[in-house]
């Protein structure tokens, strides 16, 4: 396993990056912005990265934008259609955005129309509803319409391996997520001042921010494993690896989030801090696909 980035997937990670930075909400009163929501569902439809699978790109690829996203709080559909896309590009050629259920209701629905359920090795479409509660403000659920309407069957491999992809992009936008959050935590840390000094001049805070970067560090390297697991392992042996990267990360990026708060103060426990958006992201991504410890030990598939 060679864990580069080829020249192609860095450029694709620095276009990804650049579309984040450029037209991510960047602090709460951004989420309201209608103009730039705007621009940005006009631009990543434009890449044509919600239909990633179908044009051929890999795991890996997938998990690459999906990071960026997280890391600048994209706010758009990005991740739910990127998946319904990999398992209806095995029943159809067209490539429509829809979003993906969980459960029953539409994920990462925001502006679609149909969605798509996967029950066992059987596929169907819903017309999505009204918007449901959720804790994050930057991606939504939806409700779906019965009733649902058969698309067609699918192998055991193809639902495994689209199993997989859905852990696997869930820990890269956790990964994403946990980078931005430490981002704007070392940022504050670099001006707030306490007795003349930049906070982060002090071991007590220095250190957490230290154990954060380590904690993404690890993460990271059990994300691309896990991203080049999809395509290149047996389905069973993808999904192990996900599961495994899926706790880690997980877990990790509620650890970054909730120290990023800290490292804020008592500002960070405010609704304009922008800490609380990244932490709801993860914690709404953890509950996406989740897995459990029992699990991997058992090492079910």
């Known amino acids: 396993m060679d864990v580069r980035l ?7 990670r620095d276009a990804a990056a650049r579309l984040a930075d450029e037209l991510g909400p960047g602090s709460v009163q951004g989420l309201d912005d209608a103009a730039r929501r705007a621009r940005l569902e006009k631009t990543v439809d434009s890449t044509g990265w919600r239909s990633l699978r179908s044009d051929g790109a890999s795991g890996v690829e ?20 990127v998946l319904a896309d990999d398992l209806r590009r095995h029943l159809s050629e ?3 955005t829809w979003a993906i259920a ?14 798509l359920v996967v029950r066992g090795t059987t596929v169907l479409s819903a017309e999505i509803g009204e918007a ?3 804790a994050d403000l930057t991606r939504g659920f939806a409700t779906l319409a019965e009733p649902y309407t058969p698309i067609g069957d699918l192998d055991a491999e193809p639902i495994e391996r689209g199993y997989a992809l859905a852990l696997v992009a869930t820990c890269a936008d ?14 504050y840390a670099k001006i707030r001042e306490q007795y003349g000094k930049a906070i982060g001049s002090y071991q007590a805070v220095a250190h957490l921010l230290a154990e954060s970067q380590a904690l993404i560090e690890g993460s990271i390297s059990v994300l691309r494993h896990a991203a080049w697991a999809v395509d290149e392992l047996a389905p069973a042996d993808a999904v192990r690896a996900a599961r495994i990267a899926k706790i880690y990360c997980a877990r990790a990026a509620r650890t970054v989030c909730e120290t990023a708060v800290q490292v804020h103060g008592g500002i960070g ?14 914690l709404t991504s953890t509950e996406l696909f989740p897995v459990s410890l029992e699990e991997i030990d058992l090492g079910l598939s």
């Open 132 to 134: 449901a509660p959720g």
């Open 102 to 115: 969980i459960g029953d209701d539409a994920f990462d629905a925001h502006g679609l129309k149909q969605a």
């Open 94 to 96: 067209d490539q429509q």
């Open 6 to 12: 080829t020249n192609e997937q860095q450029q694709l």
């Open 62 to 81: 997938v998990a690459i934008i999906a990071e960026e996203f997280g890391r600048g709080l994209v706010d758009v559909p990005f991740l739910g259609p």
């Open 269 to 282: 426990n405010t609704w304009e801090c922008i800490e609380h958006v990244y932490l709801r992201r993860a």
């Open 174 to 187: 956790l990964v994403g997520t946990a980078r931005g959050a430490q981002t704007v935590a070392i940022e």
